[in-house]
Each structure stands twice: as structure tokens, then as C-alpha cells.
């Protein structure tokens, strides 16, 4: 694909994946439970054979989903992504029994998947993860031979009998707690920082997890997940141990460009809803739109909504092209678009009045909805850090960032 246009079959696909959403998915969404799973929307999601195309479209192809989805319905387009992001590790490091039991179900809907990488005390700052792995013996609890309980990984037995207890607590996880299977980063070396990171698949049932669902100023759900010496052998490993880190940051990676194509998808339906309502709002003995000062406001926020997507489909082409630069360019996409939607939504609110305010407006709703992007997969000066690092490292370092 051109890095900055889209083909014509791909703006027709656009325009049915947002008639699509307007007329099959919002009905459904209207009618979930806000803060909790709508699994009737996962399965219409699936039924349409949108959740396959996770794993076949790339970042292009999920970018145009999330901001066509988006603009008709951000239920489910959240819906949507978060089936991505919990199911990704899989899809790209599970091994292939895992593929096999957790993807089919995924892709019609039928499972839902969670990432699960925050903490209370460590958000933005994934390097400092505290859930702690430790080795368990056959006593259970760490205390049989290889099982030390610390920390070290240490194996009892061969490879494929190696086990471990999972202990601490996951905080604003999306989908807890009401996921059918968490992709987890806990800490199976103590010190270790990023290196000491292994990623592992387990499912709700794991006796000793459980969670609670939190009360969020954005309607999608998200919750805290507690361990309490929760089992995983090696076979529920994601990649190798101690080195989930980079599981973590590949996926992010992959989404921290479609969540600037969620913005902008936002940003669009904020921009044609203030273009309709200045058009025809009559104001001081003419149109809203007659008065230079609304006029210059929609072309700022016309011109920041084009930058945001033209940075978008740069950094999702780069992805796909296995660019050296893509975490750069992600960070770049995902920190300039979510802001520039917060400016077009706050400005489209300012334009349409009161009326914006009240319950059940669209620009309500994207008001409440706008302002979690900006925190959520790494935080607005987190991406600024990225950023930075990257423009200051060497070539060969790019890759440890």
C-alpha cells in the first residue's frame, strides 16, 4: 500500500466496515452493560469474520478496522482491539497446542482474550513488574528440589516439567475480569528488570486467580486480577522465559499504531458532526460556519485530524515492512494522534454548546471515551521517552530499546 493513501478497494472496505458497524454492531452495543464484557458483540464481531482478520491484515488492515469501526461505534471497535491485543502473544509466540486451543475460538468469537501487563505500581513503567513467578517443587510452593522459591527459574526435572506459582495482583487490565484466558507478564527473575520478564497464557480457571471489575469514566470493561500462587508449567510460556519483555513490547509495537487510528476515527466522527452542526446552526444573522473564528477552529481541527491518520498509515506501513525504525514511528503515531483527538473532540464539544453535554450526544459520548487513549499502552510521555531513546541510540542498539 502507498505509505500515504489508500486504494480504492480499501476505501470501499472502509465505507462497509463502517455502514457494517452502524447498522449490525451499534444495536448490540447499546444494549451491553458498560464495564463489562458484551459477549453478544464479540460474537457478531466474529460472525462478520472480523476477529480473523487480526491475524491476517496486518497493521494496515487493523489499523483501517479500528478508525472505520470507530467512527460508527467505539464499543466495538474497543471490543475488536482488545480481542487483538490479549490474543496477539499467542498468535505470534504460542506454541502450537496453545495456537490451536485459544485462536479458532478467539477468531469466531467464542473466547475472550485479556493482556495483562499493568500493576498498581507499575503502569507506564512495564520494566518494573512486580508478579512474581516462583519456582514450585513438589511441595507446591517452591520448597522441593529446583523449586528454591528464588526467583531463579530454576527447573524441577527437565524442561517440560518445569513450574511455577504466580503471586501479586494485575491492575486496569481490559476484559477483567471477565476474560476467558489473560496473557500475563509476571517476574520470574528478582533485579533482573525487563530481562527478567516471562509472559505466560492462563486460562480464568486457574484456580487461585480471581477479579474484580472497576467503575472507569470509559465505558469498556476493566478490572484487577489477583494471583494467589496461581499454577503455570512451561507449558503455558509465551516465547521463553525471561524474555517476555520483548513479547510485551512487540505487541505493543503492533497497537500502539492502532490506537492512533481509534483516535482518529473519533477525531473523524467529532469533525463531521461540528461540519454538519456549523453548517446549519444559524448565529448572529448568518451561519455558524460564516464566522471566521468557528471557520479557522474546523480547519485546525480538520488539519490535525489528516496528520494524525497520515502518521498512522506511516507507522502501520513500517510495521508490515519490518522498518527498522517502527517503534519510533508508533510511538510518533499513537502520542500525535491520540492528542490531536482529544483537541478535535474538546473543540467539537465547545462548537455545538450545551446540547454536547447531555446524555446519550455523540460528543458525550466521545468526551468520555477520548481521554483513556492518551493513558492506556504506555502514557502520552512515555511515547516522548520512546522517542527520544530512539533518536539517541545507535543503530545497534535499537533493537534492546
Known sequence: MPAFSLEPAQTAWCAELRAMAAQRLRPLAEKGEP????????????????????????????????????????????ALALQGLGAHPVHAHGTPAQRRRWLPRVADGTAIAAFALSEPGA??????????ARPDGPGGRGDGPGGRG???????????????????EKCWISNAPGADFYTVF????????????????????????TGSALDMLSPHPIGTLTFDAVPVTADDVLGEPDRGFRVAMGTLDLFRPSVGAFAVGM???????????????????????????????????ALRT???????????????SGAADVRKRAAM?????????????????????????????????????VRAPRIYEGASEVQRGIIAKQLYAEPGDLEAI
Open 267 to 301: 477525531a473523524q466522527a467529532a469533525l463531521d458532526a461540528t461540519l454538519d452542526h456549523t453548517a446549519r446552526r444559524d448565529a448572529f444573522g448568518g451561519r455558524l460556519s460564516d464566522l471566521q473564528a468557528v471557520a479557522h477552529q474546523v480547519a485546525e481541527m
Open 35 to 78: 464495564g463489562y464484557v458484551n459477549r453478544p458483540l464479540v460474537a457478531e464481531l466474529g460472525r462478520l469474520g472480523l476477529l480473523a482478520r487480526l491475524f491476517t491484515s496486518g497493521a494496515v488492515g487493523l489499523c483501517l478496522m479500528r478508525e472505520s469501526l470507530a467512527y460508527a461505534c467505539t464499543e466495538a471497535e474497543t
Open 150 to 168: 528464588d526467583g531463579s527459574g530454576g527447573s524441577n526435572g527437565s524442561a517440560g516439567e518445569r513450574r511455577w506459582r504466580l503471586s501479586g
Open 186 to 209: 509476571a517476574r520470574t527473575t528478582p533485579g533482573a528488570g525487563a530481562r527478567g520478564v516471562t509472559a505466560f497464557l492462563v486460562p480464568a480457571d486457574r484456580p487461585g486467580l
Open 123 to 132: 503502569g507506564s513503567d512495564a520494566a518494573a513488574l512486580s508478579l512474581s
Open 306 to 320: 489528516e496528520a494524525a491518520r497520515l502518521m498512522v498509515q506511516a507507522a502501520a506501513s513500517a510495521y508490515d
Open 333 to 369: 503515531a499513537k502520542l500525535f494522534a491520540t492528542e490531536a483527538a482529544q483537541y478535535v473532540v474538546d473543540r467539537a464539544v465547545q462548537l455545538h454548546g450545551a446540547r454536547a453535554l447531555q446524555r446519550g450526544h455523540l460528543l458525550e459520548h466521545l468526551y468520555r471515551e
